[in-house]
């Protein structure tokens, strides 16, 4: 059997938008927005209210791949 990773190269944006940003897979919106800088942390403090519109905002994420000649085959 042939396997092929796909957890590189991942982006993300809020649906809609065109600022995408690089994301981690697998994960959630959450840390990812976190790590871009976009979001606090939602378990420290108040922050959880601050970052509800997360939970309720559309998102998609996207990445491209050339399959191996052996999964086509």
Not at 2 to 31: I, K
Not at 36 to 65: L, R
């Amino acid at each position: 059997m042939v396997v092929q990773r796909l957890t590189n190269d991942w982006q993300f944006q809020q649906v809609g938008s065109d600022d995408w940003l690089p994301a981690v897979v697998p994960s959630g919106v959450h840390p990812d927005l976190m790590a871009s800088g976009k979001i606090p942390d939602p378990f420290v403090a108040d922050n959880k209210k601050m970052v509800q519109w997360v939970a309720e905002t559309d998102w998609e994420y996207k990445t491209t791949f050339m399959p191996d000649a052996e999964i086509l085959a």
